[in-house]
Structures are given as C-alpha cells and as structure tokens.
C-alpha cells in the first residue's frame, strides 16, 4: 500500500508543469492576445471610414442623404447616430489602449509603425470604395 501512495504522488508529479513551462505558457498566452488584439484593431482601422462617415450622416441628420429631407426622422437619426458612436467605441477603444500600451514598452518606433500601418489601412479602405473625391462627396458633400 505504501509503495502503491508513492507511486501515485511520482505520477502526479511527473505530470504538474515546471515554473519554466508556466511562464511559457504565459508569454504565449500574452502574444495571443495582443496578435488577436492587433487583428481586431486592423479590421477596425480598415473600417474606420465607413463607420465615421455613417455615424456622422446619422449625427447630423443626413442619414438619407444629403438631398433627402428626413422631416420628424431626424431626431430618430440622430439617436441613432448617438448610439452607433457610443457602440463603435466601445468596440474600438479598449483593444486600442491594449494595443498601444504593449506597444509601447516595445519602444515609440514601434508604436509610430502601427500607427502608420492604422492610418494605411484607412486609406486602403477609402480607394477600394470608391475614391478619396467620392468618400469626401458622399459623407461631406464636397464636391
């Protein structure tokens, strides 16, 4: 009986991970997350500015268009833009302040790189839809 208590303490011993393996464990369970994190703000950059130019047609009561008047939908509109802003920041915001503060103990190279990468990724978003002059006609009426 005691050699069989021993020999059960020797297996569940073998199995328990060593605190290198821990730590491992953790340092790739951290680079997950900021990988995840990093591929949620890019989707989110990317998305940027048809997510701004539909919340502030919404906000200023346009959400029809700009030769449309909306009459009593207006409130109703600009509700919803309210809405749809506070939505897209808490989307946004909290894998942002991830993002940059991880980046950041990285070195401020680093974090200009993503912010460079963030600011490209917009604009890819505004020439595959049509063009800086038409995203500038349709959300700000600028021709």
């Known amino acids: 009986m005691i050699s069989c208590g021993i020999m059960v303490l020797k297996i569940s011993r073998e199995n328990c991970p060593t605190n290198q393996q821990l730590i491992r464990s953790t340092g790739m369970k951290n680079r997950i997350i900021y990988c995840l994190n990093f591929l ?36 109703v509109s600009i509700l919803l833009g309210c809405i749809e802003l506070l939505i897209w920041l808490a989307l946004s915001l909290p894998s942002y302040i991830y993002i940059f503060r991880k980046t950041i103990t990285k070195g401020k190279r680093n974090l200009y790189v993503i912010i460079a990468l963030y600011i490209a990724l917009a604009l890819i978003c505004i020439i595959v839809s049509g063009g800086i002059s038409a995203y500038l006609k349709a959300v700000f009426n600028i021709y």
């Open 40 to 75: 949620w703000t890019s989707i989110i950059a990317f998305s940027f500015p048809i997510c701004f130019g539909w919340i502030f047609l919404d906000i200023t009561g346009h959400s029809k268009g700009y030769s449309y008047n909306l009459g009593s939908e207006k409130d």
